[in-house]
């Protein structure tokens, strides 16, 4: 069973930065795939990053290319998300998941772990 607990929303301007962190409770994070996906009021849950197990691999998608970066920190079972030049249309609320599978990561389907969700709101 692993647990997941979001932070680091909050209200931010067009341009600005913020770093959303998740930590994971548990054993053998390092196993797990983990990744972001955000859902905007009326939306369907998106996609946003996913980093490996180790961390030597990850993809974005194109909406965040460029501006978004997701790390993780074994060691203190944490993955990171820093997002810069938010914009408006990332406003959402932001969860993390685990991914125990090896591929499909673009699919939430493909997650066994969700934490509660931390909302972030970029005003223009």
């Known amino acids: 069973q692993v647990q997941l607990v979001e932070s680091g929303g909050g209200l931010v301007q067009a341009g600005d930065s913020l770093r959303l962190s998740c930590v994971a409770s548990?054993?053998?994070?390092?196993?797990?795939?983990m990744a972001w996906f955000r859902q905007a009021p009326g939306k369907e849950r998106e996609f946003v990053a996913v980093?490996?197990?180790?961390?030597?691999?990850?993809d974005y998608a194109d909406s965040v290319k460029g501006r978004f970066t997701i790390s993780r920190d074994n060691a203190k079972n944490t993955v990171y998300l820093q997002m810069n030049s938010l914009k408006p249309e990332d406003t959402a609320t932001y969860y993390c998941?685990?991914?125990?599978?090896?591929?499909?990561?673009?699919?939430?389907?493909?997650?066994?772990?969700w934490g509660q969700g931390t909302q972030v709101t970029v005003s223009s």
């Open positions: 998941g685990a991914s125990p599978y090896g591929s499909r990561w673009f699919q939430d389907r493909m997650y066994d772990y």
């Open positions: 980093i490996s197990g180790s961390g030597r691999s990850t």
């Open positions: 548990g054993r053998m994070f390092s196993t797990y795939a």
